[in-house]
Every structure is written in C-alpha cells, then in structure tokens.
C-alpha cells in the first residue's frame, strides 16, 4: 500500500514530530539552565550553605517530580498537547517574571520562586512532549527517540556555559537564557500545534 511505501525517515521530518521534538528540547534547556547556574544564583547570590543548597534543589526536584505526577494523572482526561501547552505557557511566564526580577533589582530571594515555577513545569512539559513526538513517528520510534535524546543533550550543553557570562554575583544571564528559550519552546509548540 501507499503507506507502507512511506520511509520511516520521511515520519521523522514531519512537522508534528520536529515541532514537539523541539519544544522537548528547549524545554528541558530551560532546566539545565537553571540547574547550571543554581550552585552561584542560591549559594553567592542568595548567601545559602551547602547544605541548604542541597534543600533548595530537592524542593525544586520536588516541584517537578509532583507535577509529572498530575500531568500523568490528567492525561486521562486532558490531551498530551493541551498540557503542553499550559506547561510552556507557564514556564514563559515565570522565566518573563523572572527576568522582570532581576531588572527591577528586587531582593535576590525573590528569583527562587518563579525558578521553582519554571522548574516544576517540566513536569508538564517533558512527558507530554515525548508522547506526542513519538506518536507522530510510529514506524520510526527507535530513530525519533534518538533524536529527542541528542537534542535534549546537544542543547543542554550548548546553554550551560551561556548562564555564567556575567559571572557568578548576577542572575542576569540565567534569565535571558532561560525566557529565549521559553519563547522558542512555545514557538516550536505553536508550530506544531496548527497540525492536526
């Protein structure tokens, strides 16, 4: 038939799949951001000791471990791409506080609460962004899983140093980053989205 004629790698340059792949991807840059830049933004900026530090991580680890928990709940009554897209809307609008924060010298534990907002997002991203790439690919899973991993890391590593460029007494650089990749994240999703 027509549809077997269909090269896997063909499924893999499908909008619906290249669009969540990448709203995955600067999706969870938005958290390697924040986890490259968390040990000066919390212990020099915030003044907290290690061992308050370790606090701090956990409860955002937390945050995000408890909304992977909803989402998997609500995915029973609401669709991956709605909760994806409340995930990134969030998230833009915490990183834009965020910034906001940091522009208008507001005291520096302020930052710590739309981070944990950003962060605990994920949870609403990461899963649901997975699903619906992976969907769009199913004669090609293997390869489209693949892709979403080198993203992911390819990303991630391209952003951490970004983070540090105004040095370690400013969390400046952090919310640039972490707001350009929330828009480009919901861009991506918006792409996608017009697929049906």
């Known amino acids: 038939?027509?549809?077997?004629?269909v090269s896997p790698w063909r499924e893999l340059r499908s909008r619906t799949?290249?669009?969540?792949?990448?709203?995955f991807g600067f999706g969870f840059s938005v958290m390697m951001a924040y986890i490259s830049a968390s040990p000066f933004v919390y212990q020099v900026m915030l003044?907290?000791?290690?061992?308050?530090?370790?606090?701090?991580?956990?409860?955002n680890a937390l945050g995000l471990t408890a909304v992977s928990a909803l989402s998997a709940r609500l995915t029973a009554s609401v669709s991956s791409r709605r909760l994806l897209g409340v995930g990134l809307s969030l998230t833009l609008i915490a990183t834009l506080s965020l910034?906001?924060?940091v522009l208008t010298g507001a005291p520096a534990w302020t930052i710590a609460i739309p981070i944990f907002v950003a962060v605990s997002c994920q949870g609403l991203i990461?899963?649901?962004a997975t699903a619906l790439a992976l969907a769009a690919v199913p004669r090609a899973s293997g390869s489209g899983s693949a892709g979403l991993g080198a993203l992911q890391f390819g990303l991630g590593a391209a952003v951490s140093p970004l983070v540090s460029l105004g040095g370690e007494h400013t969390a400046l650089p952090l919310a640039v980053v972490m707001v350009t990749l929330s828009v480009l994240a919901l861009v991506a999703y918006s792409a996608g989205r017009t697929v049906n």
């Open 47 to 59: 003044g907290l000791t290690p061992m308050q530090y370790g606090i701090a991580f956990a409860v």
């Open 99 to 101: 910034l906001t924060l």
């Open 17 to 23: 799949y290249l669009a969540n792949t990448l709203a």
């Open 1 to 5: 038939s027509a549809a077997e004629g």
């Open 126 to 128: 990461l899963g649901n």
